[in-house]
């Protein structure tokens, strides 16, 4: 009796190649570098996924082209199975999901001078909130210049933009021969202008101009300074044309920047713009983990927890609590209990925003105000008795939360960031004329916020 045995690899490949013609760059390297073929079953093929998070947004997003390329590949029906296998966590690390592999890297060279050694993907802990940005850093820090070029990384304070736009010229720097430049958008305006009156400009011009990786940090600074505006443009254009890579970050989508010339803006939304977003509670976690190991510190996790619950914002406000933790640790010589840090985080906690209030709790409230449902606050229709409630929540989601426009429109069915500008303005602007209005929205404020009490 033969023993039957099956292998779809061959046609889960071809498939792939498939699918990789009809996505987007965003899309590949967002859900399938993470996606491993695993084994073949009677009829079926199992894959690897790092988390239910991805087992789910890719089922719904690409099962089923997956099975229709499978079926006419193979001329019967393969299914397609999911295995969530989160990638190898070693023993001194606790990652939320995999990181990406990391190479051992051969000979170090000295650092860097203008990079921090310690900016590197090892220490980068990826969530949900920030794997697409993680992905995109990584391929390009492996293959500057070819890819994803410009890509310009975005997200709030504190959520590692600095630390991931280093670790590519950290892994560029150490793993080729290629001249990596970091700078931030300040320096590079104050050198700039220095060059002026020194009269220097040329020099300027030709030190930016012939390095391979050109890495600039917050160019929201760049706002209003049109001539820095300008020589950077040009900057841009001759490292563009000569295929050497570019990778900036801001605090916002480039599309809220103020005062930046129109053919500048343009040269920052090409190739790849990714956002990084708060980490949720599971990356926390591990992120704080981390940073305690790396520290060789001693804290218990149900302090970790505590910090985790009542910081939400983002990550440099976690380390802040650690260090404070740490410091009164090793001035007093005593352990870190929870009864430790509940008071010597007290304050912290009470600001205002640590607040532990969701988008979806302000959803719920101002729906049932509204009496409508939460999908008819979120869904597609537009009649005013259904958009207004939808403008009043969107209005108390950027008043009471640190979402930026961008997070508030996917939360509300994926709506661009311009109609959350747009629904805030409609109601500043009615609250001038509709002397009800405004303390409505202070009672569905209030409202929300005991809700978040109960929740
Ligand atoms: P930004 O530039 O976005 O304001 P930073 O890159 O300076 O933020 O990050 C703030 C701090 O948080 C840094 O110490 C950084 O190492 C740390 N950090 C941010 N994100 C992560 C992460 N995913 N894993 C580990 N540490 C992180
Ligand atoms: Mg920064």
Known sequence: MAVESWDYSVFWKEAMNRIRQEVTDQEWIMWFNNIKYDSSGSSKINICVPSSFYRDQIKQRYLSSMEEHLFSLAGNRIAVDFVVKPAKKSSSQNKATSAPPVSVEAKKKKPHTQLRADYRFENFVVGENNSFAANAAYAIAKNPGTAYNPCLVYGGVGLGKTHLIQSIGNIVYQESDKKVSYITAETFTNDFIQSIKDKTTHRFKSKYRSVDVLLIDDIHFLQNKIETQEELFHTFNALYESNKQMVFTCDRPVSELKHLSDRLRSRFERGLNVDLQPPDFETRFAILKQKIEVKNVTIPDEVIDLVCRNITTNVRDLEASLTKLIAYSDLVNKNVTLEVAKAQLKDVFSNPRQSNIT????????????????????????????????????????????????????????????????????????????????????????????????A
Not at 390 to 406: K, L, N
Not at 428 to 444: C, G, Q
Request: glycine share 6%; aromatic share 8%; with cysteine.
């Open 359 to 454: 988008i979806e709790m302000i959803q719920r409230v101002v729906a049932d105000y509204f009496a409508l449902s939460v999908g008819e606050l979120k869904g597609k229709k537009r009649t005013k008795a259904i958009a207004f409630p939808r403008q009043v929540a969107m209005y108390i989601t950027r008043e009471i939360t640190e979402y930026s426009t961008t997070e508030v429109g996917l939360e509300f069915g994926g709506r661009d960031h311009t109609t959350v500008m747009h629904a805030c303005q409609r109601v500043e602007s009615r609250m001038k004329t509709d002397p009800t209005l405004e303390p409505t929205i202070n009672h569905l404020i209030r409202a929300t916020k005991e809700y978040g009490t109960k």
